[in-house]
């Protein structure tokens, strides 16, 4: 079992900058594929970004692409979401997720997931 809880979401305005943090319970944290999807309202959950249980490899989608980090670090059993240059598109809740089995960064099918943490960006 893994349990996640995200934190540092907030309201912001375009260009800004958060660091989002996902802190996870588990023994076998380090295992697991980990990875960042958001919902907007109306909109279908897309993945935002994932990375490799080493942290060797990473995933990003288009639309985030140059603006968004992901990064973990298995000692602290955290990973993290650097946001840069927000836009008023990026306004989401975002879900920390872990993938135990899938290798396909693009594709990770998610066992375990937070709570969710609201991003908002104002124009």
């Known amino acids: 079992q893994v349990q996640l809880v995200e934190s540092g979401g907030g309201l912001v305005q375009a260009g800004d900058s958060l660091r989002l943090s996902c802190a996870a319970s588990g023994r076998t944290f380090s295992s697991y594929t980990m990875g960042w999807f958001r919902q907007a309202p109306g909109k279908e959950r897309e993945l935002v970004t994932a990375i490799t249980w080493n942290g060797g490899s990473s995933y990003y989608a288009d639309s985030v692409q140059g603006r968004f980090t992901i990064s973990r670090d298995n000692a602290k059993n955290t990973v993290y979401l650097q946001m840069n240059m927000l836009k008023p598109e990026d306004t989401a809740v975002y879900y920390c997720?872990?993938?135990?089995?899938?290798?396909?960064?693009?594709?990770?099918?998610?066992?375990?997931w937070g709570q969710g943490t609201q991003v908002t960006v104002s124009s």
């Open positions: 997720a872990a993938d135990r089995f899938s290798t396909c960064l693009d594709r990770i099918r998610p066992e375990y």
